[in-house]
């Protein structure tokens, strides 16, 4: 009786340890996941600021992959902004999918880049688990950019990158966000399904949310 007891306590002792910097980084964060998932433009300011917040955490853990990918976020948030507000000729951007023959060439892409920038991590940092550290960076740099384009097939990469995070995260310590990813994971899960839905038959203006 007292075991999942014991457990809940562990977990509230973890989340009462949680740096407040944690915490900021995760409630913007899981606020952007959760309006992406809506397919809600304001995804985009609120992932910048939790983009920016996660940079310095994980700066201050050795994740130094991921800091460059906060770096890029921060970026392509910012342009993936615009794009979904006037990205189409000045109208709001249709969800549309991204096609086979372009997923054929980005998976191996992917992988490549992984095996890459993992061998110079570990070459010439310090970073913890380079070549896992730097499987997030490559595959969410592919999803963000599919997001940018309102692509349905941006979950699936989410999905992969929310897998490999979470068992990272909490090797670090850091549990908070890794239960949060966990919970990421779900929500890429439900929201490939919804964005599958907006962008069938044919994608259309009705489908955006300002």
């Not at 952007?32 to 996660?54: E, K, P, Q, Y």
């Not at 999803?143 to 989410?158: D, Y």
């Amino acid at each position: 009786m007292n075991g999942p007891l014991e457990a809940l306590g562990d977990v509230y002792a973890a989340l009462a340890a949680t740096a407040p910097l944690e915490l900021a980084a995760n409630a913007f964060t899981a606020a952007a996941i959760v309006l992406a998932g809506r397919n809600n433009v304001h995804t985009w300011w609120t992932g910048v600021v939790g983009t920016a917040l996660f940079g310095l955490l994980f700066a201050q853990n050795r994740l130094y992959a991921d800091v460059a990918l906060q770096v890029f976020f921060i970026v392509t948030g910012l342009i993936g902004w615009w794009k979904w507000l006037r990205g189409q000729e000045g109208a709001p951007l249709p969800v549309t999918h991204a096609g086979a023959a372009s997923l054929l060439w980005i998976v191996p892409l992917g992988f490549g880049a992984t095996a890459a920038y993992g061998a110079m991590l570990h070459h010439f940092t310090n970073a913890y688990a380079p070549f896992i550290d730097s499987a997030v960076l490559v595959f969410s740099v592919i999803g963000q950019l599919l997001m940018m384009q309102r692509r349905v097939e941006n979950w699936g990469f989410w999905l992969l990158v929310n897998t490999i995070a979470t068992p990272l995260y909490f090797s670090r310590g850091l549990h908070l966000t890794a239960i949060l990813y966990a919970g990421f994971w779900i929500n890429a899960l439900v929201s490939w399904r919804n964005w599958h839905k907006l962008a069938a038959p044919q994608p259309s203006l009705e489908n955006i949310r300002p």
